[in-house]
């Protein structure tokens, strides 16, 4: 058994860096060695907390540290030049999602991860949620007959004030909810089928009072296997909405992702108790650490992510042309 303590550099001190910083803590193998942020005060406090040393610098961290292990959770612009760099450096990766702006960028975090024989987890969460995983546990088994469509609904106030603007600027995030939340409910919609998208249309809506990015977003979605698919999406004011709803020839799923599961066979929905689960940032990281001892592949891997992107890009053209899309093969 590998007893190495392997070190984990953060490179992101914001929203979702302590779920990180927790994970890492909790996982048996991993150890958090240091943090990264251009803002040195968010990059101190979470320092002090976890006992690790602050940078502002990624470079001079990589310099410094020589981590084993990067986990990037940073704007999206950004997940190109720090994913390179770490992976010069024969540093693992949990890459945060969406894995980059464009299916190009991919395409060059996935060269670099072959060459310096890295192993990449794109941070899909989707895939660790228990509310979806006994959800794809009952449609897997069959239970509800043959799957005949699915409805993913998600409604946020994506343009509150305490958003950062890098979100809200299409050349940093790549894109509005739908490059954002939408890139969850394709991996969702793709990963309870096991099936990719294929062809898209798409119309989307820009009237944030931020930003240069879209506000809403309607999806229809055809996958591989034939399954027809919806997302719709609002950023603007109302109340939040996260509801996937899974219909099949014998009854259909209602999924809270987070919350709840609710399952009818013919009358009303009947909420499912769900097992208790681990973490789902835990899991990504039992994940890697898996990988990285069995020298195999993540359960997320970086052509997954890539494929999330190119169904991304497809959704943008047809908002753009007008017309049903296809996604690009890879
Ligand atoms: N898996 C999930 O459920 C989930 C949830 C939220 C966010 N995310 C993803 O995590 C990533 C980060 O999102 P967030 O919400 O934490 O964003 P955030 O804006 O809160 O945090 C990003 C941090 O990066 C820092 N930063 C910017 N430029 C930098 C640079 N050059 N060097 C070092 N630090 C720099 C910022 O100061 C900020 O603190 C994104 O990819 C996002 O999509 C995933």
């Not at 990963?191 to 009072?209: E, I, M």
């Amino acid at each position: 058994m590998n007893t190495k303590q392997l070190k984990v550099a953060l490179l992101g001190a914001g929203a979702i860096a302590e779920h990180h910083l927790k994970a890492i803590e909790a996982t048996e193998g991993f150890v958090n060695g240091a943090i990264v942020d251009i803002d040195r005060s968010k990059a101190e406090v979470i320092a002090a907390k976890y006992g690790i040393r602050a940078y502002v610098d990624y470079k001079e961290m990589f310099e410094q540290e020589k981590p084993d292990v990067a986990a990037i959770a940073l704007p999206h612009f950004l997940h190109l030049e720090t994913a390179l760099y770490a992976a010069e450096r024969g540093c693992h990766l949990m890459l945060e999602k969406p894995m980059a702006l464009s299916t190009e960028e991919c395409d060059r975090i996935i060269e670099a991860g072959r060459k310096h024989d890295i192993r990449i987890l794109i941070g899909h969460t989707q895939h660790y949620m228990a509310e979806n995983r006994l959800a794809k546990q009952i449609l897997d088994s069959g239970e509800l007959g043959e799957l005949v469509m699915i409805h993913d609904v998600r409604h946020a106030n994506y343009f509150q004030q305490s958003r950062p603007e890098w979100f809200l600027t299409k050349e940093m995030s790549g894109g509005g909810i739908l490059a954002n939340l939408g890139a969850h409910s394709i991996d969702k919609i793709q990963w309870l089928t096991g099936s990719a998208v294929h062809k898209v249309k798409a119309s989307v809506s820009r009237h944030g009072q931020r930003g240069n990015v879209e506000g809403s977003g309607a999806v229809y979605l055809e996958l591989e296997n034939g399954i027809p698919a919806t997302i719709m999406q609002s950023g603007y004011l109302g109340t939040a909405r996260n509801e996937t709803e899974i219909l099949c020839t014998k009854g259909m799923l209602r999924l809270h992702t987070g919350n709840s599961l609710w399952m009818s066979k013919g009358g009303p929905y009947e909420q499912l108790e769900v097992p208790h689960n681990q973490d789902a940032f835990e899991l990504q990281y039992e994940d890697l650490l898996a990988a990285i001892h069995s020298h195999s592949e993540t359960a997320c891997t970086p052509e997954y992510g890539r494929g999330v992107i190119a169904a991304l890009e497809a959704v943008y053209r047809s908002a753009e042309s007008g017309t049903e899309e296809l996604v690009a093969e890879g």
